[in-house]
């Protein structure tokens, strides 16, 4: 896809949360917020060729990382109907993402939905392990200390320094 970075979020439906991790940080957000909690939630996809002319894109988070979002591609992972992920695509390399991109995303989506969705990884994420417990090492809302990469390409009150190249997904 040449994009930057990218993120992908689990839905947890119980907690009403976006779930996201990379090496051993854990990131929990409320489902709604930021655009990637806009795709969970109405199953469209988002795509931004500019993401300062839209007024969905929080510049907080680039302002606090010194990273600079140019274009946004977010997209519905779906098992079925039931939308249980979500894909965020940032900074294509050359331009703004267009149809053919989302084309083939979403032939991949397509096939991953339900891999993801019959996943040991995304049962453990979308049930509670112990009563009042959330999955290991997640935290509500806020990013747990770690020596890995910070996640890229969040909403509102997502993603900050430490983010590291992808390496060109």
């Not at 909690?37 to 300062?52: F, K, L, W």
């Not at 331009?95 to 991949?108: K, L, R, T, W, Y």
Request: proline residues 4%.
């Amino acid at each position: 896809m040449q994009a930057d970075r990218c993120t992908i979020f689990l839905v947890d439906n119980d907690n009403q949360e976006l779930w996201a991790m990379q090496g051993e940080v854990n990131i929990r957000i409320p489902k709604n917020a930021g655009i990637a909690g806009e795709v969970a939630t109405s199953g469209d996809i988002v795509n931004i060729p500019d993401a300062y002319l839209d007024t969905r894109f929080n510049q907080e988070v680039d302002k606090k990382s010194g990273y600079r979002t140019k274009s946004i591609l977010c997209m519905p992972i779906k098992a079925g109907k039931e939308v249980v992920g979500v894909i965020q695509l940032l900074n294509k390399d050359g331009g703004p993402f267009d149809h053919e991109d989302e084309e083939v995303m979403a032939s991949f989506l397509n096939i991953a939905g339900p891999i993801l969705k019959s996943s040991n990884l995304y049962t453990n994420v979308s049930k509670k392990q112990d009563a009042g417990k959330e999955f290991p090492g997640a935290s509500s809302g806020k990013k747990e200390k770690s020596k890995a990469p910070m996640l890229a390409g969040f909403g509102e009150e997502e993603g900050e320094e430490g983010e590291e190249d992808d390496g060109g997904f």
